[in-house]
């Protein structure tokens, strides 16, 4: 996924580490009644910020260069927001995640005084909520397009999210037959895709490993059992190198993780 900053998350959010400072950086976010509001890190990081409105609004202007858009979220049952297409894929792929419950885009600004006293702010491209009630703070950018202010305001994101127990990583390019695996899955991610009695069967006849479309021709009619199985793919319930191409010839095996 092109992680080169170190995950600080820890099992749960924990306050503060001692010894930071007091205060620390701002933050300032969109609270639940609309309004917004402002406040140190060290009384502000139990905010929920996965259900949170963004602080950035996502446009769409003519002749700009990057793709914006909205992203219809399995995790949430909601749309979240991306600012080009590379976001995007890496909001699919925590999209993906079985470990997070909760997705919201450019959660809140981080405010600090840069160098020379400057004062900066940044607002991190993604917040996720982990299952055991972590955070995950994400900034999408390919490793080629950061400069020193860019640098500057990942490593104060970095640090801040380790002082409040939450994940951080700078993410870039993904892998482009992984993207292209998933964007194809993708499409079969909402619920309308299960059919209980179907997936049963399909995690049953790829128990013990074989080519996609062989184990789905064995379920039944192609046209019924392939969005399932897909889905199952998308879910994790299944199986299957994403970094090769999927192919009916691909193969698949249960993984014994359900549906969420």
């Known amino acids: 996924m092109g992680i080169v900053a170190a995950d600080a998350a820890t099992r749960g959010a924990t306050a503060p580490a001692a010894g930071a400072d007091a205060q620390g950086p701002l933050l300032e976010f ?19 910020f996965e259900t949170r409105a963004p ?3 996502v446009r769409s202007l003519k002749g700009q260069r990057n793709f914006s858009g909205w992203w ?12 080009s297409w590379l976001e995007r894929e890496h909001l699919m792929l925590l999209d993906r995640d079985p470990s997070v419950v909760g997705i919201s885009s450019q959660p809140f600004w981080l405010h600090w005084t840069g ?15 982990r299952r055991d009630g972590s955070g995950l703070v994400v900034d999408v950018r390919p490793d080629g397009r950061i400069g020193p202010r860019d640098a500057e305001a990942f490593a104060i994101t970095a640090t801040a999210c380790e002082q409040v127990g939450w994940g951080y990583r ?31 069967a399909l995690r049953c006849v790829f128990t013990s490993g074989r080519p996609f479309g062989d184990g789905v021709a064995e ?12 889905h199952l793919l998308w879910a994790g319930a299944l199986n299957v190198d994403l970094g090769r191409r999927l192919t009916d010839a691909s193969v698949v095996t249960t993984s014994g993780r359900g549906v969420r």
């Open 30 to 48: 969109v609270a639940s009644d609309g309004s917004v509001q402002r406040g140190p890190l060290a009384s502000t990081w139990q905010v929920k």
């Open 219 to 230: 379920v039944g009619d192609p046209i019924g059992v392939r969005p399932v199985a897909f």
């Open 55 to 57: 602080v950035r609004v």
């Open 170 to 200: 700078r993410v870039g390019a993904v892998d482009p037959m992984m993207a292209a695996n998933v964007r194809w899955l993708a499409g079969y991610r909402h619920p309308r895709c299960y059919h209980g009695e179907r997936a049963d």
């Open 115 to 129: 160098v020379g006293g400057t004062q900066r702010r940044h607002a991190p491209d993604y917040f996720a909520r």
């Open 72 to 83: 219809w979220s399995a995790t949430t049952g909601g749309h979240v927001g991306f600012e």
